[in-house]
């Protein structure tokens, strides 16, 4: 079984004009929801609109920031409020 990576796109719903970023994406069966980096929320200037508790993979648990922001991947879009992980 190997890591299954796939490019979505991400934007500001609330900033239309800002461009989308393109990243590549790491696909976790065991994800209940997507995680984004601190950095991709920085540059596409996300606001926090909530905290949410996430615990990682690897079992500890963190309180994260959450900020509303739309996935697309394939063409197929979506929008979210998905916690930014912080640099550890």
């Known amino acids: 079984m190997g890591y299954v990576h796939a490019t979505i796109e991400l934007s500001n719903p609330r900033e239309p004009d800002l461009q989308p970023i393109s990243a590549q994406a790491l696909a976790n069966?065991?994800?209940?929801?997507?995680?984004?980096?601190?950095?991709?929320?920085?540059?596409?200037?996300?606001q926090q609109e909530s905290e949410r508790e996430v615990t990682v993979a690897d079992g500890p648990r963190f309180q994260e920031r959450c900020h509303p922001f739309d996935p697309s991947i394939r063409g197929l879009e979506d929008m979210t409020n998905a916690p930014i992980q912080r640099g550890r």
């Open 29 to 46: 069966s065991g994800a209940l929801m997507l995680c984004i980096p601190e950095h991709l929320a920085l540059q596409l200037n996300l």
